[in-house]
């Protein structure tokens, strides 16, 4: 089994480190590593350290830095605009998303979203989604922490010029003869991926996607739920990129 990783602010530039805070308390408590054991830090924007347990605290971890390495972002950018989904939904595809590979997603107020983000429960909605990134991430030994914007979430003005500037937009809709499978996909860049709400996505909202150069497409004959869509349209971008 590979070794776990915490997520620090800013790697040691020293040999040691105390490893405290929530991600001590994790890795002391939680996870009960020991003496001995190994570990990985990274920061989220590629520098990783792989350590070796010293000593164990109350809540803390005492390392030993063995290795320093770091990863390049990956190119192209993989951002999927994701409609906001009520119940746990939404918090199930950003898992599930930043597991396979996402590198920014971005919460759309759709039309069609039954739950709205507004005020103080729009903050909370997006700093829950923040802190779901974060430990899938980690599950998934991630050195590049994805992006959540929005503040909280995005209009669908804000959409269309984000795929205006994107090397590519792409709109998944059950109605569309394009496959993603097959779709010319840039080499760099941004690929922007926008996933409609469970109510899917309006007429208007299809019509200014299109203007702006985003192009309609399906993955096959099944309508995926709206916290499925993204992870399977991502799996099918990772395979084709070479990520996988």
Request: hydrophobic share 45%; net charge neutral.
């Amino acid at each position: 089994m590979s070794a776990p990783l915490f997520l620090v602010e800013a790697l040691p530039t020293g040999d040691a480190l105390t490893l405290d805070g929530p991600e001590g308390h994790h890795a002391a408590t939680v996870q009960r590593l020991r003496a001995g054991e190994e570990l990985l830090l990274a920061d989220g924007r590629g520098g990783t350290a792989a350590a070796v347990v010293t000593a164990v605290g109350r809540g803390s971890l005492d390392v030993t830095i063995t290795s320093r390495g770091y990863a390049d972002a990956p190119v192209p950018r993989l951002v999927t605009v994701q409609g906001i989904a009520k119940g746990d939904r939404g918090e199930l595809a950003v898992q599930a998303m930043t597991e396979v590979g996402v590198d920014e997603i971005v919460p759309w107020a759709a039309s069609r979203s039954v739950t709205q983000w507004r005020g103080d429960r729009g903050v909370r909605a997006r700093e829950k989604w923040v802190a779901t990134a974060r430990e899938a991430a980690k599950q998934a030994r991630r050195p590049w922490l994805p992006v959540v914007a929005g503040a909280p979430d995005e209009s669908t003005a804000t959409v269309a010029r984000r795929i205006a500037g994107a090397a590519a937009g792409f709109v998944l809709h059950e109605e569309a003869e394009e496959r993603l499978t097959t779709a010319d996909l840039p080499s760099v860049g941004e690929i922007v991926l926008v996933v409609g709400p469970e109510g899917g996505i309006a007429p208007a909202e299809l019509t200014a996607f299109a203007e702006a150069g985003g192009r309609p497409v399906r993955l096959g004959p099944a309508v995926l739920r709206t916290s499925t869509a993204g992870v399977a349209a991502l799996s099918v971008l990772a395979t084709r990129l070479g990520r996988w």
